[in-house]
């Protein structure tokens, strides 16, 4: 089993809808969660940290269930913009060390 | 925010050329820096974790003496490929952790291209 699995997707989507997508980590001792925004071709970009409690940032969402352990990013409202690969990220234990999920694929359609 | 700046952005050179990247930490001091490597469509995958002042930690599988890694200063990290092959194009990313904070996301740099042939 993978230390964190993403659904490859792609996820095709049209505008202006809501899509959830989830991330399952391997390692309950794992500490801290993100998901990072990545467009083709470039470095990943920090979306937002996931907090125990949940959070929201605008139209996103992303929660944390660590009893099933697993985070999910919820995107409502879908731009155009938002076509891109979501990376799902775990600290592993307390050696700063960041796990990769391999991606989902987002793609919206007008 | 912290910004972190890689150079190049994109490299291509012949066979056994070795090649220097640089990470740089612009407005923050990193004491630790990491190395990614991202192959088309995967993840990234760490390469080494790379502390100011002292030898750089490789992940299994990753020839230390191919990837030569210098962090001498609380601002920049350099990782050297060795005797490029075009089995080691790839995209390079480095990236920095604000503050020493384990819980802390961390910054990327843009990332180099490196193409091999």
């Known amino acids: 089993r993978k230390e964190v699995e993403q659904d490859p997707g792609p996820f095709n989507v049209p505008e202006g809808a809501t899509v959830a997508f989830n991330c399952t980590y391997s390692?309950?001792?794992?500490?801290?969660f993100f998901w990072y925004r990545q467009d083709c071709r470039k470095e990943p970009k920090l979306l937002m940290s996931?907090?125990?409690?949940?959070n929201e940032d605008g139209r996103f969402t992303a929660q944390l269930n660590r009893a099933s352990q697993y985070i999910s990013l919820l995107i409502r409202d879908s731009k155009l913009s938002d076509s891109a690969t979501y990376l799902c990220v775990v600290n592993s234990d307390s050696n700063y060390q960041l796990i990769w999920g391999a991606g989902t694929k987002l793609i919206i359609k007008p | 925010g912290a910004v972190v700046s890689q150079h190049p952005s994109w490299v291509i050179c012949k066979s056994g050329t070795s090649v220097k990247i640089e990470c740089r930490s612009l407005d923050f001091q990193a004491t630790t820096m990491f190395w990614y490597r991202q192959f088309p469509k995967q993840s990234l995958m760490l390469m080494a974790t790379?502390?100011?002042?002292?030898?750089?930690?490789?992940e299994q599988g990753v020839e230390k003496d191919k990837f030569l890694i210098n962090h001498a200063s609380l601002t920049l990290s350099t990782l050297t490929v060795t005797s490029a092959h075009p089995e080691d194009s790839s995209f390079y990313i480095c990236?920095?952790?604000?503050?020493?904070?384990?819980?802390?996301?961390?910054?990327f740099g843009d990332g180099t291209r490196l193409s091999i042939l």
């Open positions: 390692n309950s001792a794992s500490q801290s």
């Open positions: 790379s502390n100011e002042g002292s030898k750089a930690t490789y």
């Open positions: 990236s920095a952790l604000v503050g020493g904070l384990g819980n802390q996301p961390q910054h």
């Open positions: 996931v907090y125990s409690s949940g």
